[in-house]
């Protein structure tokens, strides 16, 4: 969890970070940190990392300048349903193979949101990618998924909690390297968000996503899977 916040923290700012996360955790099972030998969190749990958005606004703007064709093409796309509400299309995969520009986009639609004062989350499937994305975590910690994730699984990411409010709030959600996560991750997120935002009959809640990455590179892991069984991992339900 330190991971999730080491980059743009110091190490013991990033860990008393990551203490709130698992104290928010074990309340939710009637526990503490302190109750298990770990040391309390100290200070106020934040909801969501500040960014100024001036600042943001004005690296939004030098990033769209730059964007080619395709990239300015799904950047308008994934506004045009931020700001319109009822644009029924509102789920963004983002295809293309290594190099060819895909987290540049994210980062423009990152500073873009955030430079207008609302709320971006960014997500990833492993730490290492959550870490180069601006404010990122990883969805396991994020969406507060299980591991592993099996085909009974659900959300931990109670609908009362923070994490939840921060997540009714955002206006775009963002989850990178996408192909590493199982089919049974992808649907209890998509079973949180109809829930955090009481939004059952639209996908995700009705929430304006972005997953991608290159299903040319890594699948999920299978240990020991057969190909029929890593590609049944990939498949939606």
Same mark, same amino acid.
């Given at each position: !969890?330190?991971? %999730?916040?080491?980059?743009?923290?110091?190490?013991d700012?990033a860990?008393? !970070?990551?203490?709130? %996360?698992?104290? #928010?955790?074990? +309340? /939710?099972h009637?526990?503490?940190? #302190?109750?298990?030998?770990?040391p309390?969190?100290?200070?106020v749990?934040?909801l969501? #990392?500040?960014?100024?958005? &001036? $600042?943001?606004?004005?690296?939004a703007?030098e990033?769209?300048? &730059?964007?080619? +064709?395709n990239?300015?093409e799904?950047?308008n796309?994934?506004?045009r349903a $931020?700001?319109?509400?009822?644009d *029924?299309?509102?789920?963004f995969? &983002?295809?293309g193979?290594?190099?060819s =520009?895909?987290?540049?986009?994210y980062?423009? @639609?990152l500073?873009?949101?955030?430079?207008?004062?609302? $709320?971006?989350? *960014?997500?990833?499937?492993?730490?290492?990618?959550?870490?180069? @994305?601006k =404010?990122?975590r990883?969805?396991?910690?994020?969406?507060?998924? %299980?591991?592993?994730?099996i085909?009974?699984?659900?959300?931990r990411?109670?609908?009362?909690s923070k994490?939840?409010?921060?997540?009714r709030?955002?206006?775009?959600?963002?989850?990178d390297?996408?192909? !590493?996560?199982s089919?049974?991750?992808?649907?209890?997120i998509?079973?949180l968000?109809? #829930?955090?935002?009481n939004?059952k009959?639209?996908?995700?809640?009705?929430?304006?996503?972005?997953?991608?990455?290159?299903?040319r590179?890594t699948?999920?892991?299978?240990?020991?899977?057969?190909r029929? /069984?890593?590609?049944?991992?990939?498949?939606s339900e």
């Amino acid at each position: !969890m330190t991971l %999730d916040y080491s980059r743009n923290h110091q190490h013991d700012a990033a860990l008393n !970070m990551a203490f709130h %996360d698992i104290e #928010e955790i074990l +309340q /939710q099972h009637g526990s503490s940190c #302190e109750k298990i030998g770990l040391p309390p969190p100290s200070g106020v749990a934040p909801l969501e #990392e500040g960014f100024n958005p &001036i $600042i943001e606004a004005q690296i939004a703007q030098e990033r769209i300048a &730059i964007l080619n +064709q395709n990239q300015r093409e799904a950047f308008n796309r994934i506004v045009r349903a $931020i700001d319109n509400p009822e644009d *029924p299309e509102r789920a963004f995969y &983002i295809d293309g193979p290594g190099g060819s =520009g895909k987290k540049f986009l994210y980062a423009t @639609l990152l500073s873009f949101v955030r430079g207008r004062s609302q $709320i971006a989350l *960014p997500f990833a499937t492993t730490g290492i990618a959550a870490t180069l @994305l601006k =404010g990122g975590r990883t969805a396991h910690s994020g969406f507060k998924l %299980d591991v592993p994730l099996i085909d009974t699984s659900v959300s931990r990411l109670r609908p009362s909690s923070k994490d939840a409010d921060v997540l009714r709030q955002s206006s775009l959600i963002l989850i990178d390297e996408i192909t !590493m996560l199982s089919k049974h991750g992808l649907r209890c997120i998509d079973r949180l968000l109809r #829930e955090v935002t009481n939004c059952k009959e639209k996908p995700f809640g009705g929430k304006v996503i972005v997953i991608g990455e290159d299903f040319r590179q890594t699948l999920p892991v299978v240990p020991r899977g057969t190909r029929a /069984q890593i590609l049944e991992c990939c498949k939606s339900e």
